[in-house]
């Protein structure tokens, strides 16, 4: 309920002809902040991408420190990506990571800028006080949030950023684009014939010999839940954690998602992402196949095991692999539908570099 | 003529002296180092323009150097501060009535405890309905579990007695109990809310703010007085429990009331930073080595040398990685090593 209010409220105050020099916003931690102008200096925390597809193309020049590690080390490909493009983006301070408790407020403020866009996991690992801290030196703390995964938040993101950086057109583009693919996705199962057809994810990032997380709540549950699968982990694990191996068999899955990721030093993970290639993947994907007892699983028998980007979640692009499910799940409903062609094509309208890599992949 | 032997109560006098000096310099030695510790930072601003931002007080109209002088710098340097110095109390308490020299103030399981209410309010505020925003429920289910772990070994302590073996083993139970309680959550936790626990219980002075100084330092000073009215007493008690209670004195009750202020000390100290290892076990030894036995110069001087090793963590840390500043706890853990091996080194035969 408070949501949808919020949500007209920052409705209003994007219509165009409204955007003045001030105004205020109601952020993603529920803060009313002013924004004063369009920002010259921007101190950014994560959401990297979301950010330049909204900002646009002098978003980039705008970014005078940012909170490096979730974004060169986590993601070190898409990291290399876009350096290749914004070489400046490889000397910019770094303001520690909030995850890790090395988040330094002083290196934010010292770094100058007009405005900090944050995470709200990242403000809520700072507390109130060093949020405050930041006010005080001056600069407009901005909390979004594509991490909670719901449509709903997404969207109000989508428009703070735009509010935010002065691209409120830009902004409501994109949250039409997304809310449209949702709406279609969920209108394509809506008219389908129910699958029926149980799901298993794993995070493919320790090899076949270990048994990786499984999601029971948000995340890839949340993606399945949205589509309407049948997640065979849903009351097994709270949030995520790995299912027992007799289990899974047991359960008998009719399709296995592989998350993927550009992951350094996991020789036996499944690689996706950018600068990976699904050549490299496929024996990656075949070895986890081959684990004992999986070779009589339906999702095996049938070749239904995909390799899907686990860095894809909590970002504006993420719709292409709600697709990718939804399609495993219900292929007619979606015949006409080529998530990885879609990905290039959000690329390719929003961001500065192409989507060069494997994302989305089969098991052939 | 034959030289006289010179009194002894003289060359007490002399030692005493030679005593309070070294203590001196060691609070000098921690000015100069609380000095530094405020002049380096990761924004790399120059003593200069520091000094500027000092004078233009916390309202200055550069709002950044402000913001870093007094809201963030000077709370460090003063949490620093409180930390070590309550750190290093609680260790030369534990240490004299344990009569061990390897009990620091986590020995009976305080930081185990105060680790598990911090992973608790970590993992979700949502298990414990307070009326308490994110950043406080840490440190206060932190401060609470750490009380709890006091009171358990304190209810063993009253039906067995305060021995130092009947106290040591009720805290190991009580650590090895909280231990698992925290394992269990670390078990339970997503990978990111995991990683936060983790680096909690590193302990590091990034996130002080006011109100943290304001509650562990009142804390330090409540202790104080508490403290200088055994004085006394623990020295006695570091003769040995049979000499102590020859003396007249109740063991067990200054057991218990030292062991009290102890927990306190802790809890206050590893509530808002997470438990910083190794200053309550080495800073004792440092006091003993510059001033002896006598606790009215061993608690000071416990105290400076807790609030120098920290601080110099803390320097070190920041000139270590000048962006992300390296946790605290993992320095002094570091350093830690090295430093309880040159006072093991530099102790006479004993």
């Not at chain 1, 949030?145 to 709903?152: F, G, I």
């Not at chain 1, 996991?266 to 496929?282: R, S």
């Not at chain 2, 772990?149 to 130092?164: E, Y």
């Not at chain 2, 623990?234 to 049979?242: F, Q, V």
Request: glycine share 8%.
């Amino acid at each position: 309920m408070k949501l949808a209010t919020l949500a007209t409220a920052v409705a209003l105050s994007l219509t165009p002809a409204l955007v003045h020099a001030h105004e205020m916003i109601t952020d993603l931690d529920g803060r009313m902040v002013m924004i004063h102008g369009t920002p010259e200096r921007v101190a950014l925390g994560f959401y990297y991408e979301d950010y330049l597809a909204v900002a646009g193309p002098e978003g980039a020049a705008k970014i005078v420190s940012l909170s490096r590690a979730p974004w060169a080390d986590w993601r070190p490909n898409q990291w290399a990506a876009y350096t290749k493009v914004f070489p400046a983006l490889e000397t910019l301070p770094d303001f520690g990571n909030a995850d890790d408790n090395t988040f330094s407020v002083e290196a934010l403020i010292a770094s100058k800028p007009d405005v900090a866009i944050l995470s709200t996991w990242q403000t809520a690992a700072l507390g109130e006080p060093a949020v405050k801290q930041i006010e005080n030196a001056g600069i407009t703390v901005v909390a979004i949030d594509y991490n909670a995964q719901t449509l709903e938040r997404h969207l109000l993101s989508t428009r703070i950023l735009g509010a935010v950086m002065g691209q409120p057109e830009r902004a409501e583009q994109l949250a039409a684009m997304y809310e449209a693919k949702t709406a279609d996705t969920v209108a394509r199962i809506a008219n389908a014939v129910p699958s029926g057809k149980k799901i298993y994810v794993e995070l493919a990032q320790k090899g076949p010999g270990e048994v990786g997380n499984t999601y029971g709540k948000g995340m890839w549950a949340g993606v399945i839940d949205l589509v309407g699968g049948e997640n065979i982990a849903k009351g097994q694990i709270e949030n995520w954690g790995p299912l027992s191996p007799e289990f899974v068999i047991a359960a008998q899955p009719d399709v296995i998602l592989l998350a993927g990721s550009e992951w350094k030093n996991k020789p036996e993970a499944v690689l996706l992402g950018f600068g990976e290639t699904d050549e490299a993947a496929q024996p990656k994907m075949a070895a986890y196949a081959a684990r004992s007892g999986w070779a009589d699983l339906p999702a095996v028998k049938n070749r239904e095991v995909y390799g899907i980007y686990h860095g894809g979640n909590r970002t504006l692009s993420d719709f292409v692999y709600a697709r990718t499910v939804a399609k495993a799940l219900y292929p007619e409903a979606f015949a006409d539908v080529d998530p990885a062609a879609e990905l290039v094509e959000y690329y390719k309208a929003w961001l500065p570099v192409a989507p060069d890599g494997t994302f989305v992949t089969k098991l052939q | 003529m034959t030289a006289r032997p010179v009194p002894a109560v003289v060359r007490w006098r002399a030692r005493a002296a030679r005593q309070g000096v070294a203590v001196l310099i060691a609070a000098l030695a921690l000015a100069v180092l609380a000095l530094f510790d405020l002049i380096t930072g990761p924004s790399g601003m120059t003593p200069g323009a520091l000094w500027h931002a000092a004078l233009a007080g916390p309202e200055g109209a550069d709002r950044a150097a402000a913001t870093i002088f007094w809201q963030i710098r000077l709370p460090q340097l003063c949490m620093g501060l409180i930390v070590g110095a309550s750190l290093g109390l609680a260790g030369l308490l534990m240490q004299t009535i344990l009569a061990n020299p390897l009990a620091s103030p986590f020995t009976l399981g305080f930081s185990a405890a105060a680790g598990f209410g911090a992973a608790l309010a970590i993992m979700g505020g949502a298990l414990v309905p307070l009326p308490l925003p994110g950043w406080l429920l840490t440190p206060f289910l932190a401060f609470t579990a750490t009380l709890t772990a006091t009171a358990l070994v304190w209810l063993v302590a009253r039906a067995r007695g305060t021995a130092p073996e009947t106290l040591v083993l009720a805290g190991i139970a009580v650590m090895f109990f909280f231990q698992s309680a925290q394992s269990l959550m670390q078990f339970m936790a997503s990978p990111e809310v995991l990683a936060q626990i983790v680096f909690w219980l590193f302990g590091s002075l990034l996130k002080a703010n006011w109100v943290a100084v304001s509650v562990s330092g009142t804390i330090l000073l409540v202790c104080l007085p508490l403290l200088a009215r055994d004085l006394w007493a623990l020295t006695s008690l570091r003769l040995g429990e049979a000499h102590a209670a020859a003396l007249g004195l109740d063991v067990a009750a200054l057991r218990r009331r030292a062991f009290l202020i102890t927990a306190l000390l802790t809890a206050g100290a590893v509530s808002f930073t997470g438990t910083i290892g190794f200053v309550g076990l080495i800073a004792p030894h440092v006091a003993r080595a510059l001033v002896g036995e006598d606790h009215r110069l061993g608690l000071p001087a416990a105290a400076i040398a807790g609030a120098l090793i920290l601080i110099a963590a803390s320097v070190t840390g920041k000139m270590l990685s000048q962006g992300a500043a390296i946790p605290v706890g993992i320095v002094t853990a570091v350093a830690g090593v090295p430093m309880l091996l040159a006072v093991i080194l530099s102790r006479k035969g004993v």
